[in-house]
């Protein structure tokens, strides 16, 4: 074999390896009940992402700058303990039985009513109830280039109807990390599962993202009232500070004199995307000026919740040894819109005995020079 050919060869298996990455998993401490948790890390040529079974959630994502160099872009704790303590904000978690809010946690199916925990403000539930999905320990599965999340959900749990068996699962290749849904039920039930990562393209705890760059591939947003439950209308976005169909400076207009933004102390709404429900379209891009990285969303969901970190305050402290202030990340979760099961005009987020919901939504990250 002739030394070009060889050199040839081996450039060739580094590159594989490069795209399709590795996976190594380590222990992660326990839960206060004493439950193992477990922590994986997802290797590839351009990214390094870390996801524990504890809410199966992102713990960090690494990708370098413009000038080559890496940082943590998502917020996160330097230990477990550190998401016992911040589970209100939901770092990272896989959120669920149904992402976001219920109505007063009140829904009916086939004329039988149910009541989930109002957990927000003793009104509303978000993000599954008191003990949502991010509050419980998946149990991961090594696959090729990625991790598989299980968890079974038993009937009546946080009052949904159905034992719901969730698979989730994160694939790392080359500057992309795919997470691909999948739920099935022995009953009749509603279900909506979002990942909750906050991003700040800058590095976790460098200040806020009003500065960088956002497009929403979106005409309308689906307007709320005051405790943030949509009115049920779908409102063009033209004309309004919702307008990100161009690349837009997020905090441009983020303290303007619109009632909206009043009632969410910023962004904290669900855009209705362009494009069929279930077919794969692009979401969002984001960019930021300073490290030139950007962050493009693409999904099979009919929604997008972009959220400003308007409950950021400052309790909550990174790897970084910083604090998380207002406004300190972002947040894109892939949904279908809150509190669907009470709005008849919205996408179904109804599933049966028989049926699988499957849906997609992959994070890529870039660098603009």
Request: aromatic share 8%; charged share 20%; proline share 6%.
């Amino acid at each position: 074999m002739t030394t070009g050919l060889l050199k040839g060869i081996l450039l060739t298996m580094m590159t594989t390896l490069a795209a399709h990455g590795a996976v190594s998993k380590a222990p992660f401490g326990k839960t206060p009940d004493g439950k193992a948790i477990e922590i994986y890390t997802l290797k590839s040529g351009a990214v390094e992402a870390r996801i524990m079974t504890y809410g199966a959630r992102v713990v960090s994502i690494k990708t370098a700058d413009r000038t080559g160099k890496v940082e943590d872009i998502v917020l996160g704790g330097a230990t477990v303990e550190d998401y016992f303590k911040g589970k209100d904000a939901h770092f990272g978690s896989i959120v669920g039985r149904y992402g976001n809010r219920i109505s007063a946690g009140k829904f009916t199916i086939d004329g039988h009513s149910y009541q989930a925990p109002k957990n927000e403000n003793g009104k509303e539930m978000l993000h599954g109830g008191t003990v949502g999905f991010d509050a419980l320990v998946w149990t991961g599965r090594e696959v090729p280039d990625g991790v598989e999340m299980t968890l079974v959900s038993k009937d009546g749990d946080m009052g949904f109807p159905g034992t719901l068996t969730a698979h989730v699962t994160y694939t790392l290749k080359n500057s992309a990390l795919r997470i691909q849904y999948s739920s099935s039920t022995d009953k009749p039930t509603v279900v909506n599962l979002t990942n909750h990562s906050y991003f700040n393209l800058a590095g976790e705890g460098s200040g806020t993202i009003l500065d960088e760059t956002l497009t929403l591939n979106a005409d309308a947003f689906t307007p709320v009232n005051v405790n943030l439950i949509p009115t049920g209308e779908i409102k063009p976005v033209a004309g309004t500070p919702f307008d990100f169909r161009k690349p837009t400076v997020i905090g441009s207009r983020i303290n303007d004199p619109d009632e909206q933004l009043k009632i969410a102390g910023g962004y904290d709404h669900n855009w209705v995307l362009n494009g069929p429900n279930g077919q794969m379209k692009v979401a969002a891009k984001v960019s930021d000026p300073k490290s030139g990285r950007t962050l493009t969303v693409t999904t099979t969901e009919p929604g997008v919740q972009f959220y400003t970190g308007n409950f950021l305050d400052g309790t909550h402290t990174g790897p970084s040894g910083k604090a998380y202030a207002l406004r300190g990340a972002l947040c894109l979760e892939t949904q279908h819109f809150p509190d669907s099961p009470n709005q008849p005009k919205f996408p179904s987020t109804l599933l049966k005995p028989g049926e699988t919901r499957k849906s997609e939504t992959v994070f890529s990250f870039g660098v603009e020079k």
